[in-house]
């Protein structure tokens, strides 16, 4: 079983540089979300959406767009790499909603060097 | 603000040791709160959750418990084996109804286990 895909694993952008990091599930799992990992912190929420054609922003979202197009795939867009972005991006898809008793599945991440 | 505690930051023990690691939150409301084992260049795999009516619950050679009153868990290990390396991650959610997505995460606490 496939899971969460997340495409690269490894990326190093110049600053300035805009590129897409790809998630894909093939569970059929309604939600779906954007995560980065930073030394020292706990995993911050950047968006999420609870289905195709809906998104919305979480706790760190400045700099990043996304769109659902359809319930497969979720993919990260930065529009101008900064520094400040260099993190490890995690994509992780669900059923329902993290109140009830869903489990989240991780892609295996993206690992991203702005320089 | 909600916040997730997790104690120690690391731990190193013996191969065949027992550890216990250590979750405080301070989240409300309280819906439930999971417990992620993540390796070295992977994303975040769930061992268990727990809701506010459980106390203990256990997967193989992993029990978690939970004290609502106090906001406290713990994750216990026992007969620690090489592979259980790892950031042991808590995580909790709370309960914003229908179509909100609130998910507070810990640090994490990196386990080392040697021979």
């Known amino acids: 079983n496939a899971g969460v895909t997340q495409t690269p694993k490894f990326q190093v952008l110049k600053t300035g540089q805009s590129m897409t990091l790809q998630c894909a599930q093939d569970?059929?799992?309604?939600?779906m979300s954007w995560y980065r990992q930073d030394p020292g912190m706990g995993l911050r929420l950047i968006h999420y959406?609870?289905?195709?054609?809906?998104?919305d922003q979480g706790e760190v979202p400045n700099g990043y767009n996304v769109s659902r197009s359809t319930t497969e795939d979720f993919p990260l867009r930065l529009l101008s790499a900064a520094p400040s972005q260099t993190s490890v991006y995690f994509c992780?898809?669900?059923?329902?909603?993290?109140?009830?008793?869903?489990?989240?599945?991780f892609g295996q991440g993206t690992r991203l060097t702005v320089v | 603000k909600n916040q997730v505690e997790q104690s120690p930051q690391s731990l190193i023990i013996l191969e065949g040791k027992n550890c216990t690691l250590q979750c405080n939150y301070t989240v409300s409301p309280f819906s439930n709160l999971r417990w992620y084992k993540q390796d070295t260049g992977r994303g975040p795999v769930s061992l268990t959750i727990?809701?506010?009516?459980?106390n203990t619950k256990s997967n193989g050679r992993y029990t978690a418990t939970l004290d609502a009153d106090t906001k406290q868990s713990s994750l216990h290990i026992t007969a620690s084996q090489l592979s259980d390396s790892a950031s042991y991650i808590c995580v909790v959610s709370d309960l914003k109804g229908a179509g909100s997505y609130q998910l507070t995460f810990g640090k994490g606490t990196k386990l080392s286990v040697i021979p």
């Open positions: 569970m059929n799992h309604e939600y």
């Open positions: 959406s609870v289905g195709a054609g809906i998104t």
């Open positions: 727990m809701t506010f009516s459980e």
């Open positions: 992780a898809s669900s059923y329902g909603t993290p109140e009830g008793d869903t489990e989240a599945f």
